[in-house]
């Protein structure tokens, strides 16, 4: 989980929001079945989560149009 996590941030620090969105909620969703919802990593990654999304919304990429991909809400 840790390398999806670290993968994740490295896709975020190129700008590249909708990938590192898809790993980090697969990341999400993997933690909490794995440690649960209240284990620090997953608080962690569920932050990290946010952090993105929050971007996202900031430029505008949260779409459909955007991302290949259907954004999964926990």
Known sequence: LIPMN????????QG?????ELL?????????MVLGENHPNTI???NGLNVVREKMRLFG???RDVCSF???SL
């Open 24 to 32: 980090l909620s697969e990341c999400c969703q993997l933690s909490v």
């Open 6 to 13: 670290n993968l994740a941030k490295l896709f975020f620090s």
């Open 44 to 46: 962690a990654f569920l």
């Open 16 to 20: 590249k929001y909708c990938e590192s």
């Open 61 to 63: 990429v949260l779409t």
């Open 70 to 72: 259907e954004v999964v």
